[in-house]
């Protein structure tokens, strides 16, 4: 039984289709890691996708934020502990607007959920399942204490895993949010070629941006290339609404 995510899920129940939506483990890396691959079950009619974003340490992105709301676009929004305690004003916009953002676990301080001592894109890792679980715990119990609701979805930082602790982090209960379409590569990419990757996404896709840096170009490539898939027709869903 888990403490925060209440009875637990069997990797076969995990396999039939408890999830929303199909995760697949991806390609192991060079560096022994896995970057998990998700997408929306497949159904007949428009273009649909699922819009997930990072709220890793750092700010708020207003232009992304007011555009979703603007557009009546709803995200998941994998969130932090420390990226709550230092922008209560955005987390206010975020739970202002409950039809339209559903706050996910990103972790508490936003160790990857990695084993050993290498560092991942700059950032120390968890090393431990310990670590790795006190890291979900910390993260949900603050989005417990703000929403009310216990996360059922982690999404480690930097999207990669130790594939041996992905098995655990189902047992707590959880579902691991992969993603199928990285679109800002950490937010390090020009507005223009972010807003190019979102205009080709596919029919299923998950898309995975952030919103904690409103002081970078990918920002506003994200705001603009989600409007462009708006005005071609394509739906979007939230994880916990995707059939």
């Known amino acids: 039984m888990c403490g925060f995510c209440g009875e637990k899920l069997s990797r076969r129940q995990f396999c039939q289709g408890v999830l929303a939506a199909p ?16 997408r929306l079950q497949p159904q007949s009619g428009p273009r649909r996708v699922a819009v997930t974003l990072d709220a890793c340490p750092g ?8 555009l979703l709301v603007e557009r009546n676009i709803p995200a998941t929004i994998f969130i932090t502990a420390i990226w709550m305690r230092m922008n209560p004003g955005g987390l206010a916009f975020f739970l202002k607007h409950p039809g339209l ?16 001592t290498e560092r991942v894109y700059g950032l120390k890792v968890a090393g431990s399942w310990a670590a790795i679980q006190v890291e979900i715990e910390s993260g949900a119990a603050m989005i ?16 990669l895993y130790t594939p041996s602790v992905v098995p655990q982090i189902e047992a707590l ?5 992969g993603y ?10 020009p507005a223009a070629m972010v807003a190019a990757r979102i205009m080709s996404a596919r029919d299923g896709d998950v898309i995975e941006g952030h919103i904690n840096q409103p002081r970078r170009d990918s ?3 994200i705001a603009a290339g989600l409007a462009a898939l ?3 027709g394509v739906q979007f869903a939230r994880l916990d609404e995707a059939a």
């Open 23 to 38: 995760l697949a483990m991806g390609a192991v890396r060079k560096d022994g890691l896995v970057e998990p691959i998700l």
């Open 59 to 66: 700010q708020f992105d207003p232009r992304i934020a007011t």
């Open 101 to 116: 953002f559903t706050l996910e676990n990103h972790g508490a301080w936003h160790l990857p959920p990695v084993l050993g």
């Open 144 to 159: 417990h204490k703000v929403t009310g609701r216990w996360p059922g979805w982690y999404r480690g930082a930097a999207g």
């Open 173 to 177: 209960g959880l579902r691991v949010a």
């Open 180 to 189: 199928s379409l990285n679109s800002d590569e950490g937010a390090s990419l």
């Open 219 to 221: 920002g506003a490539g």
């Open 230 to 232: 708006q005005a071609s």
